[in-house]
């Protein structure tokens, strides 16, 4: 049974194949067309997931798309109708869309499809999933466990923001849902904006600065934003936010609870924003465990799974493990609406076909997320040779190990080694690679190779045998979606002028052992590495940690602000000749960047929206 997951037409296009309940490939539209959270058909994902799976498009069996547009569309008439004569102007220009495309959507694919196959009868075989429900089944299906809570939170779907639901062997059960406008995906979105942020792409910089300020606004939105009861329902004050009626996330009144108006993007920071994102995250977080706690309680179950965007949110997801509310806790790696391709697929195979569950009990099924393209070695080296690079191509113990020199004398290495991840982090195979031990590999890479904002975390990637011995952690998390302190073995005390100091300030004070991956609060976002998932990366953090004793390198994504992670050689190539990178492996070939001719290099990133 070969089934083609879609998601599509919002923001993060994706497509998914899954053959006989077997997840074969997935990689969002954004990492070909080279367009940041790409929203269009994604027509190159599904060739490569055809290509991937040895398919024509004619052996599909099945397409499930992951949301129901005509309930979406249902959404949009009735808040307009809630709210009129409010909300006119952005109902005014959203309805031409609608009429013109997005309602229409069955019709939409099936013309798209037939591009592929114009004899196939794609409308008998299009399938459509509520959108938590894609969301929820690319939880529980690909996770370890035969039983689990399922918990989905995000903007909004059809009409569900929040929703639980049990998931058991081959069946997955909705529980109960909270309905839009009352969102904490929202919530956080509106928070994103008013730092000057963008909605949809800026909620993990918020994340992200929230260590650097205090929680000061913590009970006043608690007290006019958002009601929170014990159980962890909410609702949300909409005499503060815009986002049903107008084109914005807050508006006026918002402005005077928090003394002045939204921050424009690219102003400096204030304390200001640091204490407004410690505080939205506070809450979400309290809001998280509240759920989390009320669900173990009435459903007694021990394993939770978590998707939608809300879960991508790192910081709650370790605060949540460690509360211990539940035993286990799973979270899909693509988490935001590009796994609803997936979601979609499975709840496919599973719900609406009935098939035998593939795979529960043995580890989960993601397969590392490396689900994306891979290329072999002689078409690297043709792809290179033709894009003007220079380059040795060495044994694979040999690239390792001259990898692995380089990175211990402080160097900036682009990794890209087999098939590239799906979902927003890069796990070691479309990865930009540093010294943890540096104490100004953060700002050096921030700055000079990303060309992004200072403030911005990196993440460890240390080895899965290590991880207990670096943080305070103690099983794999190999998503890179959990947050854990740093040892206190490895935590160096700051000195009493260091401790007066707050806000943007903390960032150049070495707080451990490991400076470059410890954030102002001694957390980290970790990535276990495992030799079953990819192996090559396991061997140079162990080649690694043969040469300086830290089995944790500096794992951040290959691409620079503005730009997705990059897809081919040539945009590793590009990227890296764009940027103060010293070293680049693709595959077998490694490229030193006083080597290169100056005359290939291209000053893309000017060129890139911000993000």
């Known amino acids: 049974m070969r089934i083609l997951g879609i998601s599509a037409f919002y923001h993060d296009s994706a497509a998914a194949l899954v053959v006989d309940g077997r997840i074969i490939a997935a990689a969002q539209e954004e990492r070909f067309t080279r367009k940041r959270h790409d929203s269009a058909y994604p027509k190159n994902a599904i060739a490569y997931c055809l290509e991937e799976g040895g398919l024509k498009a004619s052996d599909i069996d099945w397409v499930a798309f992951y949301d129901k547009p005509f309930l979406k569309f249902e959404r949009l008439l009735e808040t307009y109708l809630a709210f009129a004569p409010r909300g006119f102007a952005s109902f005014a220009m959203a309805m031409p869309v609608w009429l013109r495309e997005k309602l229409f959507q069955k019709d939409l694919l099936r013309k798209e499809l037939q591009k592929l196959d114009p004899e196939f009868d794609w409308a008998k075989r299009l399938l459509f999933a509520e959108h938590h429900q894609s969301h929820a089944a690319s939880a529980f299906f690909p996770s370890p466990f035969n039983e689990a809570c399922v918990l989905t939170m995000d903007g909004v779907g059809e009409w569900a ?17 909270i309905h839009f406008p009352h969102s904490l995906g929202l919530l956080y979105s509106a928070f994103t904006y008013y730092t000057g942020f963008k909605v949809n792409s800026g909620e993990y910089k918020v994340m992200g600065l929230a260590p650097y300020g205090r929680p000061v606004y913590r009970d006043r939105i608690l007290e006019n934003l958002i009601d929170l009861k014990d159980d962890g329902s909410f609702r949300l004050n909409l005499d503060y936010f815009d986002y049903c009626t107008g084109l914005r996330m807050t508006n006026a009144r918002f402005d005077r609870l928090f003394g002045g108006p939204a921050r424009s993007p690219e102003q400096p920071l204030t304390q200001r924003e640091m204490d407004l994102a410690a505080s939205v995250q506070v809450v979400v977080e309290e809001a998280v465990l509240r759920l989390a706690r009320s669900l173990a309680k009435e459903t007694g179950q021990r394993n939770l799974c978590l998707a939608g965007g809300v879960a991508l949110n790192c910081v709650a997801n370790g605060r949540l493990l460690r509360d211990g509310a539940f035993d286990e806790v799973w979270v899909q790696p693509a988490a935001g609406d590009a796994g609803g391709a997936l979601g979609a697929a499975l709840a496919a195979y599973y719900g609406y076909l009935g098939q035998e569950r593939v795979g529960a009990g043995r580890g989960d099924a993601m397969r590392g997320s490396y689900l994306g393209p891979s290329y072999k070695q002689a078409d690297i080296e043709d792809r290179l040779s033709r894009a003007g690079a220079r380059f040795k191509v060495l044994s694979d113990s040999g690239l390792v190990e001259s990898v692995a020199e380089c990175l211990s004398a402080g160097k900036a290495v682009g990794w890209f080694q087999g098939r590239m991840e799906f979902g927003p982090r890069a796990l070691g195979g479309r990865s930009i690679l540093g010294d943890p031990r540096s104490p100004q590999m953060q700002k050096t890479l921030n700055m000079k190779v990303k060309k992004r904002e200072s403030f911005r975390p990196f993440a460890p990637s240390v080895l899965i045998d290590d991880v207990s011995e670096w943080f305070d952690l103690d099983r794999a998390s190999p998503y890179m979606l959990l947050v854990a302190d740093v040892a206190a073995r490895h935590r160096r005390k700051p000195s009493p002028q260091d401790e007066s100091l707050f806000g943007i300030d903390l960032l150049n004070v070495p707080r451990s052992d490991i400076p470059a991956v410890t954030h102002v609060d001694w957390s980290a976002r970790i990535q276990t590495v495992h030799p079953e998932t990819n192996p090559r990366y396991f061997a140079l953090l162990t080649a690694f940690k043969a040469k300086t004793g830290c089995p944790v390198l500096v794992n951040t994504s290959f691409n620079v602000r503005g730009e997705p992670i990059v897809c081919t050689p040539e945009d590793a190539f590009r990227c890296f000749m764009g ?25 893309y990133a000017k060129t890139l929206e911000l993000d």
């Open 161 to 177: 923001t929040t929703s639980a639901a049990i998931g058991t062997g081959r069946s997955l059960q909705m529980l109960k849902e």
């Open 579 to 603: 940027t103060e990178l010293d070293l680049l492996a693709v595959g077998n070939c490694l490229l030193r960047k006083e080597q290169q001719d100056p005359a290939v290099a291209d000053d």
